[in-house]
């Protein structure tokens, strides 16, 4: 398969597993440029990883022809503006999450996309991993019989101990649902199929935070998102799962996420990893017991979705993380807020079908059609 030329607009924390697995894991792409706001980050990353062009601003990346997908790793509230930017220049794009800030700007985003012929996909590409898979698998082969409802908790007390400019989790376009929220519902929907309706509480516990990480000790952040979202999800088949997402407590581990099914539970692993343990709970055994992972990427594989993507823009096939599921999770996530401003119920306008599982691709960083 001809190589599909990738340009990396955004060179923050994120970008470092990006950055390797694009270069050394993932076979069907290649990084033709990159482009930072600090001119200096973006020559030094060009420089670090023997990527071809340095790119003096964004415009310069939309105008090369040699580069057919934008990666956007920008922070979470340009995402709206970048990725309309790069669709108006015949870009197909593939965002860090969330899609938007708002369900009206995703709308408009996956609906130019569309009318442009350009593909529209993104993170989190987590539940291509051998762990969610594995899941799957499980569950589409009634290891636990019909599901008929999940918990999924993501608990911890916020980054600003550990990230050098927070700030941003806790404006418009950030909070632990928009932040995390995305990992466990993206999960939940490949699992356990589409969302119909929810209900949901969301509060904010502080009104300021101090950071305590590097360079910025000291400062006191402004909170101007909900920081604890409950809420209650009904799947159109008729499941029904509780989901947490908290920057506000003090806890031992931050995930949870379990299925329940007529015959048995499946505790999930990590959905910000690709691989983890996958329990099963029969009632012949009456205890969880660890399930072999049988698919590929067990370890830190970011990159994965754009691989993907790559692979369906040369094939003309379907990818996996593509704009009606970004579209469906974003909507879920910003309808938690509405509903608990409301104090109701909430049908959702979108929808989405589950992508096709992974295959057991033969050679590792080559995934097949």
Not at 111 to 135: E, K, M, N, V, Y
Not at 223 to 236: D, R, S, W
Request: proline share 5%; charged share 20%; aromatic share 8%.
């Amino acid at each position: 398969m001809e190589k599909v030329g990738i340009g990396i607009l955004g060179l923050g924390a994120i970008s470092g597993i990006y950055l390797k697995n694009l270069t050394e894991l993932f076979k069907e792409v290649e990084i033709i440029g990159v482009y930072d706001l600090f001119q200096e980050k973006t020559d030094q990353v060009s420089r670090e990883y023997e990527i071809p062009k340095a790119y003096s601003s964004m415009e310069d990346m939309f105008r090369d022809e040699d580069v057919e997908i934008v990666l956007n790793l920008t922070r979470p509230q340009d995402h709206y503006e970048v990725i309309k930017a790069a669709l108006l220049a015949g870009k197909h794009v593939y965002t860090e999450k969330p899609l938007a800030a708002t369900l009206e700007e995703g709308k408009e985003l996956v609906s130019l996309a569309r009318a442009r012929g350009l593909l529209l996909a993104g993170a989190p590409d987590t539940f291509l991993g051998a762990g969610i898979q594995t899941c799957r698998k499980l569950i589409d082969s009634g290891f636990i019989g019909r599901p008929i409802g999940a918990s999924a908790s993501m608990i911890c007390r916020g980054h600003e101990g550990w990230h050098p400019a927070p700030a941003f989790y806790y404006q418009p376009g950030g909070g632990p649902m928009m932040d995390m929220g995305p990992y466990y519902l993206t999960a939940l929907i490949n699992l356990m199929g589409s969302v119909k309706g929810l209900t949901a509480l969301c509060t904010k516990s502080f009104e300021t935070r101090t950071i305590t990480s590097e360079p910025q000790r000291g400062a006191v952040i402004p909170v101007e998102v909900p920081t604890h979202v409950n809420g209650i999800l009904q799947f159109e088949s008729g499941a029904a799962a509780t989901v947490t997402t908290t920057f506000d407590v003090y806890y031992d581990r931050q995930d949870r996420l379990e299925i329940y099914g007529a015959e048995g539970t499946l505790r999930v692993p990590d959905p910000n990893g690709y691989g983890g343990s996958v329990m099963l709970l029969r009632p012949e055994q009456g205890c969880f017991k660890e399930m072999p992972l049988i698919f590929d990427y067990q370890d830190n594989s970011r990159g994965l979705g754009v691989a993907d993507m790559a692979r369906a823009l040369r094939s003309g096939q379907s990818c996996r993380a593509d704009s009606g599921q970004l579209l469906h999770v974003l909507e879920i996530m910003t309808a938690f807020e509405r509903s608990s401003r409301e104090g109701r119920y909430l049908e959702l306008e979108t929808s989405c079908e589950r992508g096709p599982a992974m295959n057991h691709n033969l050679v590792h960083g080559f995934l097949q059609s």
